[in-house]
Structure formats: C-alpha cells, structure tokens
C-alpha cells in the first residue's frame, strides 16, 4: 500500500464508483436491479423503464437533483473503459443489454460489508480455517504410513460417534450453532456468484487481445496461429481455469444436482434456519449457479469462433485492396476506442440503401407492333438415335396382382407367396416378386411375413433360363 500505488488506484472503476457524484443513485440503483434478484443482465428497456422509475421517485423528495434522463444517465455509465456498466449486444438480437462490470460488483460488496451486523459468526469460520488446514496437510502428504494414521485415527473417531448414537447419545448443534453456519453458507453462496462476473471478465479480455492481435499482428497465419493457441493454452491451464472446468463439471453432473437440491430443502426446512428469514438465493441457487457458468461458457467459446472467422476471412486474401482498407479501419478504430469521435456525422458512405423495385410499377407486357416472322421453311427430318429401347420398357402392373391376390383368397383363408407364384408364374421377374412384397408391407395389407422361416421362388427369364431367389415366407390372408 505504497503512496504511489494508491495515488494510481483512484482511477480504478470501484474507486472512482465510489467517488461518483451520483454515487448514492448509481450503487443503490444497481444494487436493487441487479444484485438483489441476481440478474445477469437486462435489456435497454427494460433497464431504462426501472431507472425512470427510479428517478421519479427521488424527484418527488430530492426536486432537482438528477435533471438528466435515464437513457442519458445509462450512456453515461457504461461509456469509457472504466465503465460502471457493459453495454453489449447477444447474439441474434438488435436490442443492447447491460451488465454490471465486476469493479462496481466490488464497491457494492464493499458497502455491503460496512453494515453493522447483529451476529458475527467466529466459531464456524474458526472451525473452517481448521477444516481446510487439515485437508491441505492430508492431500499433500506424501508419506503412505502418516496418511494410513490419519485415516485411522478419522475411523477411531468415527466408531465412537456410531456407538454413542447406538447408546441413544445424539450430540447436535444448538440453534446458535445452526444459525451462525447458515449465515456463513449465505455469505459463501453471494461471494461465489460475484466471483463469476471476474472470472467472465478475464475471459472477455482474452478474447479482446487476440481480437486485436489478429487485427494488428503482420505475422503469417500459422505463427499468429500458434501464438493464440499458446495463450488459450496458458489460460485453460492456469489454476483459475483449471478450477472453472473442474466446477463446472461438477455442475453439469445429474447426481450433484439432485444433491445439492435436496441438502438446500432439507437445510431450508430447519426451525432454526427458518428464523433467519433467508432470502430467495439458496433456493434458487443451482439456477444461478448454471446462468452465471453458462454466459462463462459462451465466452470462451467467442474467442474460439473469432479464430474460426479470422480462417474463413484468408480464403478471401485474393482481394487484398479491400482486406487492407479493413484493417486500416479496424487499426483506426483500435488507436481512436479511448477518444471516439464526439460529432454524430463523423464519416459517411455511398450507396447504403437499397435499390428498390415495386412490383406494381412495372409495366403491362406489350407485344412488338411489328413481329418480325421468319420465312424459313420447315422440313422433316430423321431421327439419328435408336428408339427402340422406347417401346421395351416393362411396368409391373400391382393393381392386378392385388386382384390375383384378392381371387385367390375368395375359395381359401389365406395363401402363401410360393403357392401364388406357383399358380401365376412370375412374368416381369424380380420386379413382380418385389411388387408382391411391396403389396404385403403395406400398411393396410393383411399378410404375414416369417423371418424365420425361408422359402425359394423359382421363375424363368425371357431367354428361358431359371432363376430363382430365396426369401422369408410371406402369407396374404383374408380380410375379417
């Protein structure tokens, strides 16, 4: 905490936040929209509608204290790079949403954190601290023999619980014991969901330096290639992302899902618990778990989409005149992000509307007035192909193989393919056969066909020549 250091710190958001002359609108504004419910991120209208609502009422007891409206007052939060908001668009939406940045989450905890408690709970932070002091010692020792006389003196422990209980000796805790670790479980849960708007964070800036780079860099593809790929290398397994995708599978797991739901019931449902009024976080917890992990998840993935844009734009390298006008503009608007132009009209371009026809304004077809006819006479001429293979097509008539069929079960209950084959010899071959098979698979067809019995069908070709096919038996019976 040097002089220096701190005299830097004053530009940091949360400080500035704090500084704000509007301080007391903008933190108990952000407070009630989005730290209350655990709102992600909200709408341009809606926000502005609850900020409307929000300055109305303060002018009704502070006048003239914030002239301004509440569309001007959102510009004014989430304009800079040390904005107090993130205004951006989702995918496949034209209208912006806001975010609350992860510096003015900070200055609002830190508020927070000012209020004086009524019950400051020792004994279970106490008793935590010892917790992970022995897991740490427990994970990390490496002699077989002391972790077997840990693990023995955790079962020695655990024999004699069994049988005090055995013995009828409940030993529980006492409400002020209940009370106290369920206010630290509360406070563990909010800090846990603030933690996800940093780590989102870190993440978003990942994905806006290799934007630049790509932008800027005059490596060929495959070094700049290499160099991103390192960096998301270094980030996936780095100890912050290491622990995101280890909580995140955990998460996604079904079991622990359905554990988690059914300790938070069964916690909420305490008499002591219930005392403590607890707010709507716990339940609704494994929602925001899963919200806050997912816009995460999305965020990675946007910087493995950006590379995945950045290959599809070197197919298009031939028209290298507009490529590099693209990047002047993109290295322009990088060199400009921190002083953006304050006039409105700041640049034009040509031909951006589009040229439209009506349909109702075309005109009427119109014949020429003077048709101009050729005088050349038409002769016959002579085919130079051979048609014969016109007039030998075979068609496999099915209506009248239904009849065949239908006559045949008039003096019997049913009949099988082979004795219908045998009395009306197949005439166009394998395509009749499968014409019989088509009729008897049909929806409204009454046969039966057994897969396991096989059965031969024998016919001959045009030349004379016997063929036959060996198939699962097939059974046409009569309509009831």
Not at 5 to 24: E, F, I, S
Not at 263 to 270: E, T
Not at 282 to 293: D, I, R, S, T, V
Request: glycine share 2%; with cysteine.
């Amino acid at each position: 905490m040097e002089h220096d250091y701190l005299l830097k710190l004053r530009q940091h958001p949360t400080w500035r936040l704090l500084c704000a002359d509007n301080a007391p609108l903008i933190i108990s504004f952000f407070y009630r929209v989005f730290i209350q419910p655990n709102s992600r991120s909200l709408k341009q209208s809606e926000l502005t509608e609850k900020l409307e609502d929000t300055l109305f009422h303060l002018r009704q007891i502070h006048r003239n204290k914030y002239p301004k409206t509440a569309k001007a007052y959102l510009t004014d939060w989430a304009s800079g790079e040390n904005a107090f908001l993130r205004k951006y668009y989702a995918e496949n939406s034209d209208e912006p949403e806001f975010d609350l940045t992860p510096s003015s989450e900070k200055s609002i905890e830190w508020l927070r954190s000012l209020e004086q408690k009524q019950f400051i709970g020792t004994e279970s932070r106490l008793l935590t601290v010892f917790e992970l002091l022995a897991t740490i010692l427990q994970t990390t020792q490496t002699d077989p023999q002391q972790r077997i006389a840990e693990l023995e003196a955790q079962k020695a422990e655990i024999e004699a619980e069994i049988a005090r209980l055995q013995q009828g000796k409940v030993i529980s805790y006492d409400p002020r014991q209940v009370k106290e670790r369920f206010y630290q479980l509360e406070e563990t849960a909010r800090s846990l969901l603030m933690d996800f708007r940093q780590v989102e964070e870190n993440f978003r800036q990942l994905d806006r330096s290799t934007r630049e780079k790509i932008t800027t860099s005059n490596k060929n593809k495959g070094d700049l290639l290499d160099d991103i790929f390192g960096e998301q290398d270094d980030i996936g397994d780095s100890d912050q992302g290491k622990s995101f995708q280890a909580f995140w599978g955990l998460l996604m797991s079904p079991a622990k899902q359905e554990e988690f739901n059914d300790l938070i019931q069964k916690v909420l449902a305490l008499d002591e618990v219930q005392s403590c009024q607890p707010d709507e976080l716990l339940p609704k917890m494994k929602y925001h778990l899963l919200e806050a992990g997912e816009k995460v998840q999305r965020t990675s993935s946007s910087l493995v989409e950006q590379l995945r844009r950045y290959l599809d734009d070197q197919v298009w390298l031939e028209n290298k005149r507009i490529m590099s006008i693209i990047h002047e503009i993109e290295k322009s608007a990088i060199n400009i992000k921190q002083n953006p132009p304050k006039e409105n009209n700041f640049t034009h371009l040509d031909d951006t509307k589009a040229h439209i026809e009506l349909s109702v304004s075309r005109t009427l077809f119109r014949p020429p007035s003077r048709p101009i006819i050729s005088e050349a006479k038409l002769t016959s001429g002579a085919a130079k192909f051979n048609s014969d293979l016109l007039y030998t097509q075979h068609y496999v008539d099915t209506e009248m193989l239904q009849a065949r069929i239908n006559k045949a079960l008039q003096n019997q209950a049913q009949i099988t393919l082979q004795e219908l084959c045998a009395h009306h010899p197949l005439e166009k071959g394998l395509s009749e056969l499968i014409a019989y098979m088509n009729l008897a698979c049909q929806d409204n067809a009454h046969a039966l066909i057994d897969a396991q019995k096989e059965v031969q069908i024998v016919w001959k070709n045009e030349a004379g020549l016997a063929k036959s096919v060996r198939m699962p038996s097939v059974i046409f019976t009569r309509r009831s």
